[in-house]
């Protein structure tokens, strides 16, 4: 971290946020940037007291930097990397990113990027969004995965590693690929079946609102997060997505053969081995 | 509370150890008693710091006591209610229980019980299990269900509110079938949506778990709760259950028509219809 000079963030949201408010308390010495594309957002970047040097324009807020971190929906990446490589980068500049999918990205931004571009997705959020719900402490043991390729050069990836430590993040890394498959597994699912338990227990009977309990509450928790962003997500990696919906289709058929049938048996077995698969989480904190 | 000179738990799980816990705390005037089917509850109650009398005999458990709370399983009610009807009861003994079904505890019980038995069910829990996992504050503004039946006699049913609003508990009534259906929504239906999306995201790629993050945790966290309790809810509230399963595959069967046609205005507008439903939600303390 000590070699990042410049560190640029283009997109002051809830991980944009974070990030500076993060690298402030962990990495002083960096002078940092945000980029975004209203005036507007500068006021809020200063009520987060983020001492930060603040651009709308996408080739300024490049130049120099020696590290980019692009917070923003995955869709508009590629046109902000468009202005990024128009930019006098520095020699040794990275550009990464948060984004939740990174076949897409990876795809779109490497040939106008080149070996420069390293995908990063650190498994941190929030159902809720923008720079008012920022923390510092948002990447601390949060699962950090990095996306090399063939192109990237070992000293970028090692420096990008570099930077993630940092932060608190322990790292992980996947083909981009394998990254989507996985995230499909482990983070889009689960927000997508939210959404299904919420609209199955409440569209037909909102008043039911007043009986719920912990259960309810934290497993549709994720089900209050940005309907925009989450499209994004899900279009940007919708055939991982798919399958992971069918098996979960297959697995509540399973349940409901149980529990059609009054087999008590079944039922009972299905529970054991979701029990025993969910006791394999670490707990919030442990790697 | 003050009237309830004797107060007998049965079953010392997390929710009898979490009542004698409250009680001892907010009604100190009380005079505990516990029945476990084993011997052996006696030191886990003890070591919890709890003073109250100990039976292994459901009958002498019961004699002269006001207040009798079943916190046993819904299926062996039956069985401790038979014996409790062999006690001398005092003349204004209620009996209540802290099952997650009613229509079968009350068709069970009222024939054994008569007007004394009232059913309740305090929203509160935890996917862990036993005395050790106890609280005092577990029952501290969750919504209570009561299921009151023609019988009921007033005097039992305002001695009984009162008890659980001692507890910080808030309270609803419900006839037994509405109950079923109200919590098949807001509590069975999320259980078995966690087990689904746990077996669909791990079942196939344990390894995948090295990738969790805050959403995944929530969204599956009581799928980590005890198998067989479940089975024997799941199995006592079948009907209800079945509808809000097969709702709940309707909904699944809608978001993937819109993942499968790339129809993103679609799944904006699903996503959208469930935050807006999730947002309706209290959080934790309110009601």
Same mark, same amino acid.
Request: glycine share 12%; net charge neutral.
């Given at each position: 971290?000590?070699?990042?000079?410049?560190?640029?963030?283009?997109?002051?949201?809830?991980?944009?946020?974070?990030?500076?408010?993060?690298?402030?308390?962990?990495?002083?010495?960096?002078?940092?940037?945000?980029?975004?594309?209203?005036?507007?957002?500068?006021?809020?970047?200063?009520?987060?007291?983020?001492?930060?040097?603040?651009?709308?324009?996408?080739?300024?807020?490049?130049?120099?930097?020696?590290l980019i971190i692009l917070c923003t929906p995955v869709e508009t990446m590629a046109e902000q990397a468009a202005q990024i490589a128009k930019a006098q980068l520095a020699a040794d500049c990275i550009v990464t990113d948060v984004?939740?999918?990174?076949?897409?990205?990876?795809?779109?931004?490497?040939?106008?990027?080149?070996?420069?571009?390293?995908?990063?997705?650190?498994?941190?959020?929030?159902?809720k969004t923008g720079i008012e719900a920022a923390r510092a402490d948002l990447f601390q043991n949060a699962a950090c995965l990095l996306t090399p390729v063939a192109e990237t050069r070992l000293a970028d990836l090692e420096r990008l590693r570099s930077f993630w430590k940092t932060l608190g993040c322990r790292l992980l890394e996947f083909t981009p690929e394998e990254?989507?498959?996985k995230v499909a597994r482990i983070s889009h699912l689960p927000h997508m079946m939210a959404a299904v338990t919420t609209l199955a227990a409440l569209r037909d009977d909102p008043a039911a609102v007043t009986c719920v309990a912990g259960g309810f509450r934290d497993t549709t928790r994720i089900?209050?997060?940005?309907?925009? %962003?989450?499209?994004? &997500?899900?279009? !940007?990696?919708r055939?991982? =997505?798919?399958?992971? /919906?069918?098996? +979960?289709?297959?697995?509540?058929?399973? %349940?409901?053969?149980? &529990?059609?049938? !009054?087999?008590?048996?079944? =039922?009972?077995?299905? /529970?054991?081995? +979701?029990?025993?698969?969910?006791?394999?989480?670490?707990?919030?904190?442990?790697?």
């Open positions: 971290m000590s070699s990042e000079r410049i560190l640029s963030i283009y997109g002051p949201g809830l991980l944009g946020g974070s990030l500076a408010l993060a690298i402030q308390e962990r990495a002083p010495g960096v002078r940092l940037r945000f980029w975004a594309r209203r005036e507007s957002a500068e006021v809020a970047i200063r009520a987060r007291g983020i001492a930060a040097d603040f651009f709308t324009n996408a080739i300024d807020a490049a130049a120099g930097a020696s984004g939740s999918v990174k076949g897409r990205v990876v795809q779109e931004l490497t040939p106008i990027l080149g070996h420069r571009f390293i995908g990063s997705h650190p498994m941190a959020g929030s159902e990254h989507d498959a089900a209050g997060g940005d309907p925009g %962003l989450w499209t994004g &997500i899900a279009s !940007a990696n055939q991982a =997505l798919l399958a992971q /919906l069918k098996s +979960a289709r297959d697995r509540l058929n399973e %349940l409901l053969h149980f &529990i059609e049938n !009054a087999d008590d048996v079944g =039922l009972h077995q299905f /529970l054991t081995e +979701a029990k025993a698969l969910r006791d394999t989480v670490p707990p919030p904190g442990k790697s």
